[in-house]
């Protein structure tokens, strides 16, 4: 139901995206972020969520160099939105550029010192490893994330992470530890 009322409204939140685009109402694109993509995953608008999202980073890499911030929210916002652009590029098969803008997304996060955009970076990135076959690469990145998700509480996404643990152990063969993981 409320993906129906979401969809119903969708041209107004596409313009009201716009607007803040335009006008760099920061602190309402990342308070909207999450929402409007996890809209576009479950509603399977994949290549709505690219397009917009692709426009996105253009303009915020185009505002970047006006833009220091000393909160560091340009570039929390960055993060955030190259990070969930890279996760639709998984969705379309492209996962070396996915890898290469979640690097960028470590980067902004970094920059931003927000540790929770740098875990959900960390923890995507960890995600395409495992998918090209670079398992022991993503092991680190999978380690902070759930440090830093475990440290901030976050349960939903340590267990996230968890689940991606089972994942690398079915890969490996370790059925045992990913039952472990998988009930984490």
């Not at 253009?58 to 160099?65: D, F, S, V």
């Not at 980067?107 to 923890?123: G, I, K, N, P, V």
Request: charged residues 20%.
């Amino acid at each position: 139901q409320a993906l129906a009322l979401i969809e119903a409204a969708y041209s107004d939140i596409r313009v009201a995206w716009q607007w803040a685009l335009k006008h760099q109402a920061w602190t309402d694109l990342l308070n909207a972020l999450q929402s409007l993509c996890d809209f576009y995953e479950f509603r399977g608008w994949i290549q709505v969520g690219y397009d917009q999202l692709q426009q996105t980073v253009e303009e915020l890499r185009a505002a970047m160099p006006t833009q220091r911030l000393p909160d560091g929210l340009l570039w929390r916002l960055t993060a955030r939105v190259a990070t969930r652009l890279a996760w639709f590029m998984v969705y379309r098969g492209d996962l070396v550029a996915a890898e290469a803008l979640m690097r960028e997304g470590m980067q902004a996060a970094c920059m931003s010192q927000a540790d929770w955009e740098l875990a959900l970076t960390q923890h995507f990135l960890g995600h395409v490893l495992v998918w090209r076959g670079q398992v022991d690469a993503a092991l680190p990145h999978l380690a902070a994330a759930r440090a830093t998700f475990t440290r901030l509480d976050d349960r939903w996404y340590a267990g996230e992470v968890a689940s991606s643990y089972g994942e690398v152990a079915l890969l490996r063969g370790e059925y045992a530890q990913a039952a472990q993981h998988y009930a984490t």
